[in-house]
């Protein structure tokens, strides 16, 4: 029997699972955020509405590990490549994708936390 409802990745496109082995021309982040976005229903935001540090991340070369990507949902492709010092946000009315830089703060817990372990192992010695 079939189901008259959508899928999931149909309802939420952000939600469609992807595997991709990324061509030898894709070279940056930017180009990898594209070359995903195609097919998806979702483009980047315009540049002159796209943050300086978020413009950096699209500039910076793509990580070899990243080159296959999956399977798993595009959102979480897309985060996978903007790291975790960015946050992915979506804009589902006009169906656009970027990037805002997380509060400094919010990186730098897991760094704190590692110096403060490392200060205490160093104490105990």
Known sequence: MYSAAPTQAQAELLEATVTVQLPDRIQTIGETVRYLLQRSGYRLAATEYTAPETLALFALPLPAVHRHLGPMTL???????????????????HRLITFTRCVPEQVAVHETVSEADAEAMQDDD
Do not use: C, I, K, Y
């Not at 492709?77 to 009315?93: K, M, N, R, S, W």
């Open 75 to 93: 959102r979480e492709a897309l985060e996978t490549l903007a790291g975790p010092a960015f946050h992915l946000v979506h804009d589902p009315v």
